[in-house]
Every structure is written in structure tokens, then in C-alpha cells.
């Protein structure tokens, strides 16, 4: 009788200390975003990752308590399989809901990002920024939502978080283009450049800005947004000769640019005051 009671205490106490893992772990499941991972990992890899683990600690767990409560007999161990065995169901059925909404991921991202939208018109960039987020942990390859939360940031001045969006961006394109030259437009790929460059102007990086637009032009030589800041940028920095060179591109690229009589004057005067 003194053996039955001590035995059903500790399967009582076991069960609950397993309770607190699961407890913990399956927040987790909510909870866990891309970046704990690796960003480009699918959200059904994510899951198979974590369960894993969960699994790996129960394992852990029960090898610990059997080897403790050996002396008390195979009662406790079939007892205490039979109970990690209906956890681990359960930690799989959630992670089975989880993993199924890839079936209706794209309408779970797209009603997301009208979501995110809608709040960045109301101003409300903060809530906006977490549902990009969102959507990314959704999609790891989804160049919209990363493109859209570069400009969040880029807006709100966060400045070093666009950069790393930026980046992250550009790193994720390079590398599917160099599997699949036909996979993206390379505009694509420029414009990233072009926001890039943008960043490092606003904190005056304007030698890192200059590269990144030239490497937007080296994509598409007549664009004139492109062109129009590669000038801007080489008056600032006083390289007279450089915007004279892009000048003269956006002039065959768009003769009639309303623009183009300001800047030869300004090239003019900045070369003029150069010695010689």
C-alpha cells in the first residue's frame, strides 16, 4: 500500500515537472521568428527543428528519471514511456497545425501585408513594422515584405535596420540569380541598390552610396532616378569630373530633363573653382 502511494507521488510529480517543459516549449512554437533560426529555413523546416528538440529534451529528461527511479521497477518505466509518448503526440499535433499553414501561406501573406499597408497609412509604422516581420517569418524569401520594412525603418530613421534589410535583401537575390539568372528581373536587384545607396547618403556614407549607385547604373545605365542621385552625390563630394561623366548620360537618356541646365551650371562652377 506504502508502495503504491510513494509510486503514484512520484509518476504525480514526474507528470507535472514534464507539464512545466511542455509549457515552455510550446510558446515557443508562437513565438520563435527567423532570425532564431537561419533566415533562409521554410517555416515546415523551423518546425521539424523544434521538434526535434522537444523531442531531444523529453529523451533527456526521461533517461534522467529512470535511471533514478530504476530501483523502483518496470512499473514506473512503462508508466512513464506510456506518458512520453502521449506528449510527444501532442507536441506533434501542434506542430501539425503549425505546419499546415503553408497551404494557405499566400493568402495568410497577402492579407498581412494589406494589413501592414493600412497601417502605415494611418502612421502607424511600429504596428506596421511587426506585421512585415510576421510575414517574413511566414516567407523567409519574401523580397516584398523585406523591401517594404527596409522603408519602414528608412521613415522612422532607424537607419542601421535598414541597412541590414537592405543587405539581407540583396544577399537573398545574389544568391538566387546566381543559380537562376531568369529567376528576377535585375531592375529588381537595382533598386535595392538604389535604397541602399539612399541609406548610406542620410548618414553620410557617401563614398558607400556612390558604389551602390554605380552598381544600380551598371544594371540600368539610363535609368534617370539613378542618375539624377549620382550627380547630386558627386556635387556634394565636389568630383566635378564624375557628375560631368553622369551628366551627360542623363542627357542622352532624357534630353529633356528640366533639371539638366541647373546641374551643367552647378558642374560648371564646381569645376571652374577647382585649381587646376
Not at 171 to 199: F, G, I, M, R, T
Not at 244 to 272: H, M, T
Amino acid at each position: 500500500m506504502i508502495l503504491n502511494i510513494i509510486v503514484w507521488s512520484l509518476l504525480v510529480i514526474s507528470f507535472l515537472l514534464i507539464l512545466t517543459i511542455v509549457l515552455r516549449k510550446f510558446p515557443l512554437l508562437a513565438s520563435i521568428n527567423i532570425e532564431q533560426i537561419n533566415a533562409e529555413r521554410q517555416a515546415e523546416l523551423k518546425q521539424k527543428i523544434l521538434h526535434d528538440k522537444f523531442k531531444r529534451d523529453l529523451s533527456r529528461f526521461f533517461g534522467y528519471f529512470l535511471k533514478f527511479m530504476a530501483p523502483i521497477g518496470h512499473f514506473i518505466a512503462d508508466k512513464a514511456h506510456l506518458l512520453y509518448d502521449k506528449l510527444v503526440n501532442l507536441q506533434q499535433s501542434h506542430t501539425k497545425i503549425v505546419v499546415q499553414t503553408k497551404y494557405d501561406l499566400d493568402q495568410q501573406v497577402d492579407i498581412l501585408l494589406a494589413e501592414a499597408e493600412d497601417l502605415t497609412r494611418k502612421d502607424e509604422l511600429v504596428k506596421a513594422e511587426h506585421k512585415y516581420i510576421e510575414v517574413i517569418g511566414l516567407d523567409a524569401k519574401n523580397f516584398k515584405a523585406y523591401e517594404l520594412l527596409a522603408d519602414n525603418y528608412f521613415v522612422r530613421e532607424n537607419n542601421e535596420d535598414a541597412e541590414q534589410t537592405l543587405l539581407h535583401v540583396i544577399k537573398l537575390k545574389n544568391q538566387l540569380l546566381k543559380h537562376d539568372k531568369d529567376a528576377l528581373p535585375q531592375a529588381e536587384l537595382a533598386k535595392n541598390y538604389y535604397s541602399l545607396a539612399s541609406v548610406y547618403q542620410k548618414i553620410n556614407e557617401n563614398d558607400r552610396a556612390l558604389d551602390y549607385l554605380e552598381q544600380a547604373l551598371a544594371i540600368e545605365p539610363a535609368n534617370p532616378k539613378y542618375l539624377d542621385k549620382i550627380i547630386d552625390l558627386c556635387i556634394m563630394t565636389k568630383d566635378g569630373s564624375r557628375a560631368a561623366i553622369f551628366c551627360r548620360q542623363l542627357e542622352a537618356s532624357n534630353p529633356s530633363n528640366k533639371k539638366l541646365k541647373d546641374i551643367k551650371e552647378q558642374i560648371r562652377d564646381l569645376v571652374s573653382d577647382q585649381p587646376a
